[in-house]
Protein backbone atom coordinates (compact mmCIF):
# COMPACT_ATOMS: atom_id res chain seq x y z
CA UNK A 1 0.00 0.00 0.00
CA UNK A 2 1.35 3.44 -1.05
CA UNK A 3 2.45 6.09 1.53
CA UNK A 4 1.51 9.82 0.83
CA UNK A 5 2.89 12.13 3.24
CA UNK A 6 2.66 15.96 3.71
CA UNK A 7 6.00 17.14 2.97
CA UNK A 8 7.91 19.13 0.61
CA UNK A 9 9.29 16.52 -1.35
CA UNK A 10 5.71 14.74 -1.50
CA UNK A 11 3.83 18.19 -1.74
CA UNK A 12 6.01 18.71 -5.51
CA UNK A 13 4.70 15.11 -6.29
CA UNK A 14 0.90 16.18 -5.48
CA UNK A 15 1.02 19.16 -7.04
CA UNK A 16 2.55 17.55 -10.54
CA UNK A 17 -0.09 15.49 -10.68
CA UNK A 18 -3.44 18.08 -10.56
CA UNK A 19 -1.81 21.14 -12.39
CA UNK A 20 -2.19 20.69 -15.59
CA UNK A 21 -5.23 19.30 -15.85
CA UNK A 22 -8.00 17.82 -13.41
CA UNK A 23 -6.71 14.04 -12.61
CA UNK A 24 -8.29 11.07 -13.71
CA UNK A 25 -9.57 8.49 -11.21
CA UNK A 26 -6.54 6.31 -11.62
CA UNK A 27 -4.50 9.49 -10.05
CA UNK A 28 -6.54 8.65 -6.62
CA UNK A 29 -4.55 6.92 -4.54
CA UNK A 30 -5.59 4.34 -2.30
CA UNK A 31 -3.00 4.53 0.80
CA UNK A 32 -2.13 5.67 4.14
CA UNK A 33 -1.22 9.68 4.17
CA UNK A 34 0.04 12.14 7.00
CA UNK A 35 -0.51 15.53 6.94
CA UNK A 36 1.46 18.37 9.87
CA UNK A 37 -1.22 18.81 12.57
CA UNK A 38 0.44 22.24 12.93
CA UNK A 39 -1.01 23.84 9.46
CA UNK A 40 -4.45 23.57 10.62
CA UNK A 41 -6.19 26.42 9.78
CA UNK A 42 -9.09 27.19 12.65
CA UNK A 43 -12.20 27.73 11.20
CA UNK A 44 -14.92 29.31 14.08
CA UNK A 45 -18.45 30.20 13.02
CA UNK A 46 -18.63 33.14 10.90
CA UNK A 47 -16.35 34.44 7.95
CA UNK A 48 -12.47 33.60 7.91
CA UNK A 49 -9.97 35.12 5.48
CA UNK A 50 -7.66 32.25 3.96
CA UNK A 51 -5.12 33.28 1.02
CA UNK A 52 -5.63 29.74 -0.79
CA UNK A 53 -3.28 30.95 -3.75
CA UNK A 54 -0.95 32.99 -1.58
CA UNK A 55 -0.94 35.71 -3.54
CA UNK A 56 -2.52 38.22 -1.03
CA UNK A 57 -5.96 37.93 -1.98
CA UNK A 58 -7.68 36.13 0.09
CA UNK A 59 -10.69 33.85 -0.31
CA UNK A 60 -13.25 33.13 2.20
CA UNK A 61 -14.62 30.31 4.88
CA UNK A 62 -17.73 30.37 5.94
CA UNK A 63 -19.37 28.56 8.62
CA UNK A 64 -22.47 28.67 9.91
CA UNK A 65 -24.55 26.69 12.54
CA UNK A 66 -27.91 24.61 12.22
CA UNK A 67 -29.39 24.77 15.61
CA UNK A 68 -32.89 22.50 15.54
CA UNK A 69 -33.00 22.00 19.12
CA UNK A 70 -31.94 18.24 18.77
CA UNK A 71 -28.71 16.04 19.75
CA UNK A 72 -28.53 16.35 15.45
CA UNK A 73 -27.05 19.74 15.23
CA UNK A 74 -24.41 20.45 12.16
CA UNK A 75 -21.93 22.91 11.34
CA UNK A 76 -21.99 23.94 7.72
CA UNK A 77 -18.90 24.68 6.07
CA UNK A 78 -18.39 27.32 2.58
CA UNK A 79 -15.37 27.67 1.04
CA UNK A 80 -15.61 30.46 -1.75
CA UNK A 81 -12.56 32.49 -4.21
CA UNK A 82 -11.60 35.94 -3.65
CA UNK A 83 -14.55 36.48 -6.29
CA UNK A 84 -17.33 34.90 -3.95
CA UNK A 85 -17.29 31.61 -6.22
CA UNK A 86 -17.61 28.59 -4.38
CA UNK A 87 -14.89 26.40 -4.32
CA UNK A 88 -16.44 23.04 -4.72
CA UNK A 89 -15.16 19.65 -4.00
CA UNK A 90 -14.20 17.20 -6.89
CA UNK A 91 -13.69 13.20 -7.03
CA UNK A 92 -10.46 12.41 -9.07
CA UNK A 93 -12.20 12.64 -12.30
CA UNK A 94 -14.58 14.80 -11.83
CA UNK A 95 -17.50 12.64 -11.94
CA UNK A 96 -16.97 9.73 -10.79
CA UNK A 97 -16.60 9.06 -6.98
CA UNK A 98 -13.61 6.41 -6.36
CA UNK A 99 -15.40 2.96 -5.64
CA UNK A 100 -16.73 2.04 -1.72
CA UNK A 101 -16.77 6.02 -1.00
CA UNK A 102 -19.52 7.87 -0.25
CA UNK A 103 -17.77 11.67 -0.88
CA UNK A 104 -17.52 13.67 -2.97
CA UNK A 105 -19.86 13.52 -5.66
CA UNK A 106 -19.57 17.68 -6.27
CA UNK A 107 -20.33 19.43 -3.71
CA UNK A 108 -20.07 23.17 -3.13
CA UNK A 109 -19.55 22.94 0.86
CA UNK A 110 -19.39 20.63 3.15
CA UNK A 111 -21.76 19.70 6.01
CA UNK A 112 -20.84 17.47 9.44
CA UNK A 113 -22.94 14.84 10.71
CA UNK A 114 -23.57 14.69 14.14
CA UNK A 115 -25.60 12.23 16.79
CA UNK A 116 -26.12 12.82 20.25
CA UNK A 117 -23.08 11.67 21.29
CA UNK A 118 -20.53 11.16 18.44
CA UNK A 119 -19.76 13.13 15.24
CA UNK A 120 -19.78 10.78 11.99
CA UNK A 121 -18.57 13.43 9.56
CA UNK A 122 -15.79 16.09 10.14
CA UNK A 123 -13.75 18.05 7.78
CA UNK A 124 -9.60 20.15 8.59
CA UNK A 125 -8.06 22.49 6.43
CA UNK A 126 -4.72 22.96 6.61
CA UNK A 127 -2.45 25.68 4.74
CA UNK A 128 1.44 24.59 4.44
CA UNK A 129 3.16 27.94 4.09
CA UNK A 130 6.37 26.38 3.16
CA UNK A 131 5.21 24.47 0.52
CA UNK A 132 2.23 26.79 -0.83
CA UNK A 133 -0.50 24.26 -0.99
CA UNK A 134 -3.85 24.08 1.05
CA UNK A 135 -5.54 20.54 1.88
CA UNK A 136 -8.55 19.26 3.35
CA UNK A 137 -8.69 16.15 5.47
CA UNK A 138 -12.57 14.47 5.19
CA UNK A 139 -12.97 12.20 8.27
CA UNK A 140 -16.49 9.66 7.82
CA UNK A 141 -18.00 7.40 9.80
CA UNK A 142 -20.68 4.98 8.40
CA UNK A 143 -23.61 5.35 10.04
CA UNK A 144 -24.02 1.45 10.55
CA UNK A 145 -26.98 0.56 12.33
CA UNK A 146 -27.02 3.15 15.12
CA UNK A 147 -25.07 6.48 15.95
CA UNK A 148 -23.10 4.93 18.15
CA UNK A 149 -21.78 2.06 16.43
CA UNK A 150 -17.82 1.74 16.05
CA UNK A 151 -16.90 1.29 12.37
CA UNK A 152 -13.54 2.06 10.44
CA UNK A 153 -13.36 5.28 9.72
CA UNK A 154 -12.57 6.60 6.15
CA UNK A 155 -10.48 9.41 6.06
CA UNK A 156 -10.00 11.75 2.44
CA UNK A 157 -7.44 14.14 1.50
CA UNK A 158 -8.09 16.58 -1.68
CA UNK A 159 -6.02 19.25 -2.03
CA UNK A 160 -7.02 22.73 -3.18
CA UNK A 161 -6.80 23.18 -7.08
CA UNK A 162 -6.22 26.40 -9.31
CA UNK A 163 -7.07 25.48 -13.26
CA UNK A 164 -7.95 29.54 -13.71
CA UNK A 165 -4.36 29.66 -16.17
CA UNK A 166 -5.18 26.27 -18.14
CA UNK A 167 -9.01 25.87 -17.62
CA UNK A 168 -11.42 23.48 -19.74
CA UNK A 169 -15.14 23.68 -20.21
CA UNK A 170 -17.53 22.00 -17.18
CA UNK A 171 -13.76 22.38 -14.80
CA UNK A 172 -14.48 24.59 -11.71
CA UNK A 173 -11.83 27.79 -11.54
CA UNK A 174 -10.87 26.50 -8.11
CA UNK A 175 -11.62 23.45 -6.65
CA UNK A 176 -10.62 20.92 -4.01
CA UNK A 177 -9.80 17.49 -5.46
CA UNK A 178 -9.39 14.10 -3.73
CA UNK A 179 -6.02 12.83 -3.99
CA UNK A 180 -5.57 10.12 -1.41
CA UNK A 181 -7.81 8.00 1.01
CA UNK A 182 -8.22 5.42 3.36
CA UNK A 183 -10.14 3.07 5.35
CA UNK A 184 -9.00 2.93 9.71
CA UNK A 185 -7.75 0.05 10.74
CA UNK A 186 -9.06 0.47 14.43
CA UNK A 187 -12.74 1.36 14.34
CA UNK A 188 -14.30 4.28 16.20
CA UNK A 189 -17.43 5.87 17.12
CA UNK A 190 -16.00 8.99 16.61
CA UNK A 191 -14.83 10.42 13.55
CA UNK A 192 -13.02 13.38 15.00
CA UNK A 193 -11.30 10.67 17.79
CA UNK A 194 -10.25 9.00 14.48
CA UNK A 195 -8.59 12.14 12.99
CA UNK A 196 -6.51 12.85 16.41
CA UNK A 197 -5.72 8.91 16.74
CA UNK A 198 -4.78 8.34 12.85
CA UNK A 199 -3.52 11.74 12.01
CA UNK A 200 -2.56 13.52 14.93
CA UNK A 201 -5.31 16.53 14.33
CA UNK A 202 -6.80 17.82 17.52
CA UNK A 203 -10.19 17.55 18.71
CA UNK A 204 -12.68 20.62 17.71
CA UNK A 205 -12.46 23.47 20.67
CA UNK A 206 -14.52 22.24 24.06
CA UNK A 207 -14.58 18.85 22.81
CA UNK A 208 -11.30 17.55 24.73
CA UNK A 209 -12.77 17.76 28.35
CA UNK A 210 -15.38 15.28 27.11
CA UNK A 211 -13.56 12.73 25.28
CA UNK A 212 -11.53 9.70 26.62
CA UNK A 213 -8.23 9.09 26.74
CA UNK A 214 -6.34 8.77 23.34
CA UNK A 215 -5.32 5.54 24.15
CA UNK A 216 -9.15 4.34 24.60
CA UNK A 217 -10.63 6.27 21.62
CA UNK A 218 -10.46 3.19 19.24
CA UNK A 219 -13.17 0.83 20.13
CA UNK A 220 -14.30 -3.02 19.08
CA UNK A 221 -15.73 -2.84 15.64
CA UNK A 222 -19.62 -3.07 15.35
CA UNK A 223 -21.06 -6.02 13.80
CA UNK A 224 -22.18 -5.18 9.96
Given at each position: ???????????????GLVAASPARAADVQEGRFT??????????????????????????????????????????????????????????????????????????????????????????????????????????????????????????????????????????????????????????????????????????????????????????????
Amino acid sequence: MQIVSISVASVLILAGLVAASPARAADVQEGRFTVDPATVVELPLGITNVDFNFDGRPGRVVVTYTDITSAHNNTNYLFASNAWNAIPFEPGDNSDTPKGLDFPKIHDGFATSQGADYRLKNIRLLRDEKAKKIYAVVAIRPFGSSWVDSRPVTMELFTFVNTTANRMDGVAPEYFQLTSWFKTQQCYPDADWAMLVELGLKLPPGEEQDAPPKSKMAQPCAKP
